[in-house]
């Protein structure tokens, strides 16, 4: 029985062969083997200490007996490591010693599975309370470590098979039933979440998610998907930074996901961060080129990055993107006097410069055909229209003397004319 590792038939026959002959020194012996095997360590050395009394000086048993006190003594070393939070050192003691000597000790396999989950070794947990269950499928303590581990690796019908085998044996379990409801209500609120993001109520959804992250900051491989329902939800809404922050949450947990970088590259588009959408796109149709949506964005962000770059005729003219002819007539001729360079002699490099970028400006916004394809997003410059290039027009007509006269198309508006002698 021993051989097989039935314990508790082991000692069952031992203390019956000890109630017929109470000097039997060798079941002494093997009863303080099993004992030392089930930890219980005070009961193992009283009975070595009787098989000493009826055969002193047997080394073999002495030395049972010290291995008997390193594994006593490292069991309770490992308790207080743990309550320290010190669960590789739990491991460290656990393993070298208390199971070394003490290998059916179910104290200490499952202060190791305890340990293992704090580390984040889901995978160990599961293993290590499978073997506790072999023995014992209704340890209610393995039961609730192995659900925990299935839980954070987000196998969460498994998890609450385990709590809810916990629960039939125990209804009134405090940790059983603390994990069994904790997972039924992270799941109805990431439910309402998804079904109000559904129906479009975003401005709930959103509530909904958060709530449903505030529940167990933790559990890391369920929340990343919690994060990239919520960053969905806020680029929906328009709330770009916020979006950002959350994607960004998912991406430092899984950092190849690629919807959190598309829809990250999305958010940026909203703060108008044309470069960073650029870049988080871009990566996104790296790592899934057949994916159309993400590439058509990519085309918008470069689109805008393009146009953020282009000169903006309408600030340089100090006008709205509404402006009347009347009002660009007037905004021109206003600066055109105020940065002629005849007017500017200390500052006459500057004062040419803006000359040329008023002109330039007046130029497209002042033809109603290039200022349509100016606001539609099309680039006048590369076509040879405005910035002074091109097909542009000079100010100053190429010469160097002091006689500026120049003609916008029909000449400048109302047909007046600048002559600086």
Sequence with gaps: MMSLRKYDGALGLLNAILELDPNHSEAYRQRATVLRHRCRHKEAESDYNKFLELKPGTASVEKELAQLLQAQNALESAYTQSDAGEFSKVLEYVNKIVLVFSPGCLKAKLLKAKALLALKDYSNVISETGFILKEDEDNLDALLLRGRAYYYLADHDVANRHYQKGLRLDPEHSELKKAYFGLKKLLKKTKSAEENAAKSKFRVAVEDYKAALAMDPDHTLYNVQLHLGLCKTLVKLGRGKEAISTCTEALSIDEELVEALSQR??????????????????????????????????????????????????????????????????AYKRLALQWHPDKNVENREEAENMFREIASAYEVLSDEDKRVRYDRGEDLEEMGMGGGGGGGFDPFGGGGGQQYTFHHGGGFPGGFQFNFG
């Design 265 to 330: 590259g999305e958010a940026k588009l909203l703060t108008e961060d044309w470069e960073g959408a650029v870049e988080d796109l871009k990566e996104a149709a790296q790592k899934s080129p057949q994916d159309m949506a993400i590439r058509e964005a990519l085309m918008k962000a470069e689109r805008q990055l393009k146009l953020s770059k282009r000169k903006d005729w309408y600030k340089i003219l100090g006008i709205s993107k509404t402006a009347s002819a009347a009002d660009i007539k007037r």
